[in-house]
């Protein structure tokens, strides 16, 4: 998909189904996560893993290539959003990531070539 489609979906991105409300203390238990886990959110679109998730853990790194996702991203005070298009550039994360998500977007990655 091209940047135009996704600047027009994020205004929309808000009508998606959300995430269970169980979903987030299952997962933080059982991936272990404490104060000083890092979660890197790959491809985070508005925010929905990112902000759900920050409550279990320390620090989330939340990136995302789109500039109108972000500005629709649920903010919250250890999560960090960034324009990065890592299918492109990849991803360094420092200090290191514990865990990384990718919700509802690992559809429009292009598959590796080699």
Do not use: W
Request: proline residues 6%; charged residues 20%.
């Amino acid at each position: 998909m091209d940047e135009v489609v996704f600047e027009e979906m994020a205004e929309f991105y808000r009508f998606r189904t959300p995430y269970n409300k169980n979903f987030f203390p299952k997962i933080a238990k059982a991936l272990g996560c404490t104060s000083s886990t890092i979660i890197l959110d790959l491809a985070c679109g508005d925010g929905p893993l990112s902000h759900g998730i920050s409550s279990y853990v320390g620090r989330v790194v939340a990136l995302d290539s789109f500039p109108a996702m972000l500005a629709k991203a649920r903010k919250a005070p250890n999560v960090i959003y960034l324009q990065h298009d890592f299918a492109k550039e990849g991803v360094r994360c420092s200090p290191r990531a514990n865990h990384v998500f990718i919700g509802r977007a690992i559809q429009y990655l292009a598959p590796h070539s080699s």
